[in-house]
């Protein structure tokens, strides 16, 4: 299996900062990763696929990048709603597919 | 548009079979080229991809699950399921069903599910 390593494993910042958050393939996966954002107590919902494809109705200030083994979201100016849990997944090939340990974002 | 809601027992005996039904609203099942998912996470830890199916009935499974893990579709019931047998406290977790979507081979899941919490306790 593609095992998925995210850092930091949580974050603290404060509204208005910029954030990112790294996820890391244990083998090339070209451009096969997608972001989820979860909340507690909520299903996870679809940030960015495709590595730095924004999925609709997804505020402009997240933002995917990178393609092979490392990849990154960032956040441009933090909002109080985006204190959550980030998870990447890879889809690479065929199943099973995976996904990172998640990373806590936090208010400072 | 598209909504997914599980359901199913929310207390199951160790060694007996858990099995749960995702009913899909605002859209036939069987429509467009989707595969549909299943998805757990344990209390606090992360997400964990359990198997899928086509509208066919083709299915793959996690080999970590492979030997106890069962998803069917019942297209007219507009619905999916997953059994998973020989259950322990290890299986207790939080299951979301999903829709596998994309285009030219990349693939994502959306939407989710809200989750049901299953509990393996005698």
């Known amino acids: 299996d593609i095992q998925m390593t995210q850092s930091p494993s949580s974050l603290s910042a404060s509204v208005g900062d910029r954030v990112t958050i790294t996820c890391r393939a244990s083998?090339?996966?070209?451009?096969?990763l997608n972001w989820y954002q979860q909340k507690p107590g909520k299903a996870p919902k679809l940030l960015i696929y495709?590595?730095?494809s924004l999925q609709s109705e997804v505020p402009s200030r997240f933002s995917g990048s990178g393609s092979g083994t490392d990849f990154t979201l960032t956040i441009n100016s933090l909002q109080p709603e985006d204190f959550a849990t980030y998870y990447c997944?890879?889809?690479?090939?065929?199943?099973?597919?995976?996904f990172g340990q998640g990373t806590k974002l936090e208010i400072k | 548009q598209v909504q997914l809601q599980e359901s199913g027992p929310g207390l199951v005996k160790p060694s007996q079979t858990l099995s749960l039904t995702c009913t899909v609203s605002?859209?036939?099942?069987?429509?467009?080229?989707?595969?549909w998912s299943w998805i757990r996470q344990p209390a606090g830890k992360g997400l964990e991809w359990i198997g899928r199916?086509?509208?066919?009935?083709?299915?793959n499974y996690n080999p970590s699950l492979k030997s106890r893990v069962t998803i069917s579709v019942d297209t007219s019931k507009n619905q999916f399921s997953l059994n998973l047998s020989s259950v322990t406290a290890a299986d207790t977790a939080v299951y979301f069903c999903?829709?596998?979507?994309?285009?030219?081979?990349?693939?994502?899941?959306?939407?989710w599910g809200q989750g049901t919490l299953v509990t393996v306790s005698s």
């Open positions: 999903a829709r596998e979507t994309g285009f030219h081979s990349q693939q994502w899941f959306d939407p």
């Open positions: 605002g859209g036939s099942i069987s429509s467009g080229r989707y595969y």
């Open positions: 199916i086509y509208t066919s009935g083709s299915t």
């Open positions: 083998q090339s996966i070209s451009s096969y």
């Open positions: 495709a590595a730095s």
């Open positions: 997944q890879q889809s690479y090939n065929t199943p099973p597919y995976t």
